[in-house]
């Protein structure tokens, strides 16, 4: 049996774990993600290859796949950029290679999620899919014909499109549909009109559910921001489903999925509306990515 580590670096939390060759998550672990002037990506590369050695010295290890957020060119294995974690242009790959004593594949923290929820989650049976994991930011993985779209780490970034909310955006643009969408946004907007600060988007959901107007004045421009959005995205990439995750994703069926496909199909005429579904993988999409690249790198030598 063939087996790989997997580490999928977030902005506050780093996962790992082992993959097995059906698709198992085995042996999983976290540490905090170290933040803080990381321009060179030096502390995470020790953190990352501690842990993938730990991991390949304890269960044996064929290969390792690290994915990070922010711009990656997966090509190049470099990471391009990273607002949370402050990095510019670092040779990701070559330096965890120098570290780590397998093979390692680098990549893209929302495209590995969007290949283990194509192959192995909700988007299973779909040549062509869109996941996109909604939670503090947005965006988006675009699986194509079976295989992750990239553009050099600059596709996906759904988040910052105008989708006609006026709400100004820390990118600087105007409307974006992170700054009505996302978890934060939808928490920072019901603060600034109700004057509280609702514990989370889950709250706000909530709220608008039992009547309060102000919850659902902003959820329901939440949703409508994502219809717009999404729209766009079924008009010109035709996928056949969309994968919903993220924390938003936990508000459930009733409050977010119904609305929001009633909203996209009301947006399509003759355009092929996609199916709408709930992602399966939760937080674990992009370790289970990040161990499917690394059995890719092993397949592809
Ligand atoms: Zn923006």
Same mark, same amino acid.
């Given at each position: 049996?063939?087996?790989?580590?997997?580490?999928?670096?977030?902005?506050?939390?780093?996962?790992?774990?082992?993959?097995?060759?059906?698709?198992?998550?085995?042996?999983?672990?976290?540490?905090?993600?170290?933040?803080?002037?990381?321009?060179?990506?030096?502390?995470?590369?020790?953190?990352?290859?501690?842990?993938?050695?730990?991991?390949?010295?304890?269960?044996?290890?064929?290969?390792?796949?690290?994915?990070?957020?922010?711009?990656?060119?997966?090509?190049?294995?470099?990471?391009?950029?990273?607002?949370?974690?402050?990095?510019?242009?670092?040779?990701?790959?070559?330096?965890?290679?120098?570290?780590?004593?397998?093979?390692? *594949?680098? +990549?893209?923290? @929302?495209?590995? =999620? #969007? /290949? !283990?929820? $194509?192959?192995?989650?909700?988007?299973?049976?779909?040549?062509?899919?869109?996941?996109?994991?909604?939670?503090?930011?947005?965006?988006?993985?675009?699986?194509?014909?079976?295989?992750?779209?990239?553009?050099?780490?600059?596709?996906?970034?759904?988040?910052?499109?105008?989708?006609?909310?006026?709400?100004?955006?820390?990118?600087?643009?105007?409307?974006?549909?992170?700054?009505?969408?996302?978890?934060?946004?939808?928490?920072?907007?019901?603060?600034?009109?109700?004057?509280?600060?609702?514990?989370?988007?889950?709250?706000?959901?909530?709220?608008?559910?039992?009547?309060?107007?102000?919850?659902?004045?902003?959820?329901?421009?939440?949703?409508?921001?994502?219809?717009?959005?999404?729209?766009?995205?079924?008009?010109?990439? *035709?996928? +056949?489903?969309? @994968?919903?995750? =993220? #924390? /938003? !994703?936990? $508000?459930?069926?009733?409050?977010?999925?119904?609305?929001?496909?009633?909203?996209?199909?009301?947006?399509?005429?003759?355009?092929?509306?996609?199916?709408?579904?709930?992602?399966?993988?939760?937080?674990?999409?992009?370790?289970?990515?990040?161990?499917?690249?690394?059995?890719?790198?092993?397949?592809?030598?």
């Amino acid at each position: 049996m063939t087996q790989v580590c997997a580490i999928d670096v977030g902005g506050t939390t780093v996962k790992a774990g082992i993959l097995d060759d059906h698709g198992q998550l085995l042996h999983t672990t976290t540490a905090p993600t170290p933040i803080g002037r990381d321009s060179d990506a030096r502390a995470v590369v020790d953190l990352v290859s501690t842990l993938a050695n730990q991991l390949s010295d304890r269960h044996g290890a064929a290969a390792v796949g690290v994915v990070v957020p922010g711009i990656v060119d997966e090509a190049r294995g470099l990471g391009v950029w990273s607002q949370n974690l402050g990095w510019r242009d670092v040779p990701m790959r070559e330096l965890l290679a120098e570290r780590i004593g397998a093979p390692v *594949a680098f +990549g893209h923290d @929302v495209r590995a =999620g #969007g /290949l !283990a929820e $194509a192959r192995l989650g909700a988007g299973r049976g779909h040549e062509s899919l869109l996941f996109l994991p909604v939670g503090t930011g947005i965006a988006a993985a675009i699986v194509l014909d079976g295989r992750c779209y990239s553009a050099g780490g600059w596709a996906g970034e759904i988040g910052h499109v105008d989708v006609g909310y006026e709400q100004s955006c820390y990118c600087g643009l105007r409307g974006c549909l992170e700054a009505v969408s996302s978890g934060a946004a939808i928490a920072r907007r019901y603060a600034a009109k109700a004057g509280r600060r609702p514990a989370g988007a889950a709250e706000v959901a909530a709220l608008a559910l039992s009547g309060d107007v102000v919850a659902e004045s902003v959820w329901s421009d939440a949703i409508g921001g994502l219809a717009h959005a999404l729209a766009w995205s079924a008009s010109v990439l *035709a996928p +056949g489903v969309i @994968v919903l995750g =993220g #924390g /938003l !994703a936990d $508000a459930g069926q009733r409050r977010l999925l119904n609305p929001l496909r009633e909203r996209l199909a009301a947006r399509l005429s003759y355009q092929r509306v996609p199916e709408v579904v709930p992602a399966e993988l939760g937080d674990r999409a992009g370790c289970v990515g990040a161990g499917l690249m690394a059995f890719d790198l092993l397949e592809s030598r």
